[in-house]
């Protein structure tokens, strides 16, 4: 079991850019494959990023959008995922959630992938 709670999201420029953290709490951090997803006002939620777990080197996955704008990455002695966005457009703005999931080590991109979920933060990007 783990829990996961997000934070760092926030109104920015367009522009700008945003540090997202996801604090986990529970056993066995690096054993977990991380992700995170958004969604927009009237939207489905996408995904965004993933990285894997410690055994898999910590192997990333991105969201076409992303075009190397965004980095996922891991503390794994902190127990935090983080997701460093720049570049951010109006298109950015959502409800950022992370998630975790006990049985992928890659950086996997689906959602039903994922077992764990927090309750998300916002990011407001305006032109």
Known sequence: QVQLVES????????G????SCAA???SFGSYGLGWFRQGSGKER?????IGT????GITKY????KGRF??????????????????????TGV?????????????????????WGQGTQVTVVS
């Open 8 to 15: 760092g999201g926030g109104l920015v420029q367009s522009g």
């Open 17 to 20: 850019s945003l540090r997202l």
């Open 25 to 27: 709490s529970g056993r």
């Open 46 to 50: 996408e995904f965004v990023a993933a």
């Open 54 to 57: 410690t055994w898999s080197g």
């Open 63 to 66: 969201a076409d959008f992303v």
């Open 71 to 92: 980095t996922v990455s891991r503390d794994n002695a902190k127990e935090i995922m983080y997701l460093q966005m720049k570049s951010l457009n109006p298109d950015d």
């Open 96 to 116: 950022y959630f992370c998630a975790a999931t006990g049985q992928f080590e890659g950086a996997v991109k689906m959602e039903y992938e994922f077992n764990y």
